[in-house]
């Protein structure tokens, strides 16, 4: 006797199904991408006071090496944003970490400055490209009361990305050079893409999108929720199927404003933290700070930033998100102006920079789960990855104004002064945003 055929929608099953042990995976394996694009890019910043020594190349010429794979990030997130919407998540997300991997083991091949830019280059590819599609991954595979603190705990992985590389380059750097840090950060990702190969699922609303997908779905969907008979030849269905997936879907149904505002808050803060990732440790150097104690610095940065995401989110579930994502601006700003504060002393700076990760780090993992709030399933994958396209334009200029800031040689103090005050900005774009439409929730 033939089942009866049943309609499924997809992201109404998803919302409310119970946490269950593939989540959970899917949450440590995009936890393990933002980890590894974490210390990819945060590598330069440990290893920049070598190789300026090494190429003879003053901080005025750092600038561009710096940005280099932000150019990168932009592209790649613009690109493969909307590659992830179009292909999959899961077979988009895997090529660019396996590029980037490849192009980080590379980069410990370099001879001179041309080649180091054009390998950042390319590496920045994947890291632009693997964030978006892991942060819509995770949203899409994720339970509606649990989809903001599951993308907050994987964006998490960033911040323990560049922690960890702190941790590693205060003794390969010191000890064996530069070059051992990038072979280290190359293979590391380079593992985890056979990994996510074998392990990872893919998106059941970028599947349900598809045609001849249903065996696989009713196999995912068993998996993400057990409370339900699937069966491969049910249909399965999303009420959102209707809108387009164009780019022109982020600023309808009254998405412009937020979207807007996203793009500003992204551009901003990123422009900012790449601006502490790359140039803190050369400029305490430069400020006579022993390399081995600026990178601990640095790493303090990074403790702050999980720390600071984990209060962000248990707040967030409690009060307004936006509202909350606003303070950790207002305070990021603060914080950042108190490292000039501080003037390259070990204790006034560390505690600033801990202070900056705890509200500025943390504010950046914030905006990922507003991100996927805006947008539906068909174009939340390239809705992320503009916004995060605009923060990458950020992250390029933060460098490059770094670069040009250092021709004036100003004092220590007016590096803090002139990139914490724009975050001041980002909390008033956040505050001014809309709640998003209902059609963005699936």
């Given at each position: 006797?033939?089942?009866?055929?049943?309609?499924?929608?997809?992201?109404?099953?998803?919302?409310?199904?119970?946490?269950?042990?593939?989540?959970?995976?899917?949450?440590?394996?995009?936890?393990?991408?933002?980890?590894?694009?974490?210390?990819?890019?945060?590598?330069?910043?440990?290893?920049?006071?070598?190789?300026?020594?090494?190429?003879?190349?003053?901080?005025?010429?750092?600038?561009?090496?710096?940005?280099?794979?932000?150019?990168?990030?932009?592209?790649?997130?613009?690109?493969?944003?909307?590659?992830?919407?179009?292909?999959?998540?899961?077979?988009?997300?895997?090529?660019?970490?396996?590029?980037?991997?490849?192009?980080?083991?590379?980069?410990?091949?370099?001879?001179?400055?041309?080649?180091?830019?054009?390998?950042?280059?390319?590496?920045?590819?994947?890291?632009?490209?693997?964030?978006?599609?892991?942060?819509?991954?995770?949203?899409?595979?994720?339970?509606?009361?649990?989809?903001?603190?599951?993308?907050?705990?994987?964006?998490?992985?960033?911040?323990?990305?560049?922690?960890?590389?702190?941790?590693?380059?205060?003794?390969?750097?010191?000890?064996?050079?530069?070059?051992?840090?990038?072979?280290?950060?190359?293979?590391?990702?380079?593992?985890?893409?056979?990994?996510?190969?074998?392990?990872?699922?893919?998106?059941?609303?970028?599947?349900?999108?598809?045609?001849?997908?249903?065996?696989?779905?009713?196999?995912?969907?068993?998996?993400?929720?057990?409370?339900?008979?699937?069966?491969?030849?049910?249909?399965?269905?999303?009420?959102?199927?209707?809108?387009?997936?164009?780019?022109?879907?982020?600023?309808?149904?009254?998405?412009?404003?937020?979207?807007?505002?996203?793009?500003?808050?992204?551009?901003?803060?990123?422009?900012?933290?790449?601006?502490?990732?790359?140039?803190?440790?050369?400029?305490?150097?430069?400020?006579?700070?022993?390399?081995?104690?600026?990178?601990?610095?640095?790493?303090?940065?990074?403790?702050?930033?999980?720390?600071?995401?984990?209060?962000?989110?248990?707040?967030?579930?409690?009060?307004?998100?936006?509202?909350?994502?606003?303070?950790?601006?207002?305070?990021?700003?603060?914080?950042?102006?108190?490292?000039?504060?501080?003037?390259?002393?070990?204790?006034?700076?560390?505690?600033?920079?801990?202070?900056?990760?705890?509200?500025?780090?943390?504010?950046?993992?914030?905006?990922?789960?507003?991100?996927?709030?805006?947008?539906?399933?068909?174009?939340?994958?390239?809705?992320?990855?503009w916004a995060q396209a605009w923060g990458r334009i950020g992250s390029i200029f933060g460098p490059l104004a770094g670069?040009?800031?250092?021709?004036?040689?100003?004092?220590?103090?007016?590096?803090?002064?002139?990139?914490?005050?724009?975050?001041?900005?980002?909390?008033?774009?956040?505050a001014a945003m809309r709640d998003a439409p209902p059609s963005s929730a699936g």
């Amino acid at each position: 006797m033939n089942q009866p055929v049943k309609t499924w929608d997809v992201a109404a099953r998803v919302s409310d199904a119970r946490l269950g042990a593939l989540h959970w995976l899917v949450l440590a394996l995009t936890f393990a991408v933002a980890a590894t694009d974490g210390l990819d890019a945060q590598i330069l910043g440990f290893t920049a006071p070598r190789i300026a020594a090494e190429f003879g190349i003053g901080n005025e010429r750092l600038g561009p090496v710096f940005s280099a794979a932000m150019i990168g990030m932009t592209v790649g997130a613009l690109l493969f944003g909307t590659l992830g919407d179009r292909f999959g998540r899961r077979r988009t997300m895997m090529f660019c970490v396996a590029l980037f991997g490849g192009g980080t083991l590379l980069t410990a091949l370099a001879g001179g400055v041309t080649e180091l830019v054009l390998l950042r280059l390319v590496t920045g590819l994947g890291l632009g490209g693997a964030l978006p599609n892991a942060v819509t991954l995770v949203a899409e595979c994720a339970p509606g009361k649990h989809r903001a603190l599951l993308v907050t705990l994987m964006y998490i992985g960033f911040s323990v990305g560049g922690l960890l590389g702190g941790v590693i380059a205060g003794s390969l750097v010191i000890d064996h050079g530069w070059r051992v840090m990038f072979l280290v950060g190359g293979a590391l990702p380079l593992v985890l893409s056979v990994v996510l190969a074998a392990l990872l699922p893919e998106s059941p609303q970028y599947l349900t999108r598809q045609a001849g997908t249903g065996a696989r779905l009713s196999r995912l969907m068993t998996r993400l929720d057990s409370s339900g008979a699937y069966g491969a030849q049910d249909r399965y269905s999303l009420p959102e199927l209707a809108d387009r997936a164009d780019v022109g879907e982020l600023f309808r149904n009254r998405r412009l404003r937020n979207t807007l505002l996203l793009w500003l808050a992204f551009f901003i803060n990123l422009l900012v933290l790449f601006f502490l990732m790359n140039w803190l440790p050369k400029l305490l150097v430069d400020r006579g700070v022993p390399l081995a104690q600026a990178i601990r610095i640095t790493v303090t940065f990074n403790i702050g930033g999980v720390l600071g995401a984990l209060g962000l989110a248990w707040l967030s579930a409690r009060y307004n998100p936006r509202r909350m994502l606003a303070a950790f601006f207002a305070l990021g700003a603060l914080a950042i102006m108190a490292i000039g504060l501080g003037d390259g002393h070990f204790a006034p700076v560390a505690a600033a920079c801990f202070a900056t990760g705890l509200f500025a780090g943390a504010a950046q993992v914030g905006l990922y789960p507003i991100a996927t709030q805006v947008y539906p399933s068909t174009v939340r994958a390239t809705g992320v990855g503009w916004a995060q396209a605009w923060g990458r334009i950020g992250s390029i200029f933060g460098p490059l104004a770094g670069g040009w800031l250092a021709v004036l040689e100003p004092h220590f103090a007016v590096y803090f002064l002139v990139f914490g005050a724009p975050l001041l900005v980002a909390a008033a774009a956040i505050a001014a945003m809309r709640d998003a439409p209902p059609s963005s929730a699936g």
